[in-house]
């Protein structure tokens, strides 16, 4: 005894997965194109960073020559990090605008 088969759920579960690529397709596109500025929290170091985490710009606002290598190397670390974060949160809320009609898997 075979099973039937329902047309109509495979025809609706086939335009979701396609729904659900072309909302990639987009995510990914914007996550590329979306850029944060983030700063140092002494100033001197300013960072460009998109969602997917390429850094775009780096900058250095204030003098270098009378600050010291190891001054210099935590400015650029925090902007580093603040620059992570920044990714991070742009991605989060990309997803939530492009996704946030489908819920996560790990959700329950």
């Known amino acids: 005894m075979g099973r039937e088969i329902d047309e109509a ?21 914007a996550v590329r194109r979306a850029e944060v500025t983030v700063r140092s929290p002494d100033g001197l170091v300013e960072l460009v960073v998109t969602a997917d985490g390429t850094i775009s710009d780096l900058r250095f606002l204030g003098s270098l020559q009378v600050r010291g290598g190891a001054e210099v190397a935590r400015s650029v670390l925090s902007a580093l990090s603040a620059g992570e974060d920044a990714a991070r949160w742009a991605r ?17």
């Open 9 to 29: 759920w495979v025809e609706e579960a086939i335009e979701r997965y396609r729904r659900i690529e072309a909302l990639q397709a987009e995510f990914e596109r």
């Open 92 to 108: 989060e809320k990309l997803r939530t605008e492009v996704f946030g009609e489908y819920r996560r898997l790990t959700e329950a």
